[in-house]
């Protein structure tokens, strides 16, 4: 998981306890503070319901998979 999110090892125990702490997932811990299984709660999966429509409302991709290198991950290309 954490080589998926690009999310240096320190931090993910960090970024598992914020979100469980705001309800939006569930973590197993593994020994030594490192998260097993992370999951969605109901609530966290209606705020990620809700920022894909709003995504879409706005013709832009609702978690694009990297941002580009010039930042601008949602700039139409024009064609050649």
Known sequence: ????????????????AYLAGEGLVTVDWEQGNTPAMVTLTHQGIRLTESGEENAADAG?????????????????TPDA
Not at 1 to 16: K, V, Y
Not at 60 to 76: H, M, T
């Open 1 to 16: 998981m954490r080589s998926e999110l690009q999310i240096p090892q320190q931090d993910l125990p960090a970024a598992c």
């Open 60 to 76: 832009r991709k609702p978690f694009p998979d990297r941002a580009e290198p010039n930042g601008d991950e949602n700039r139409e």
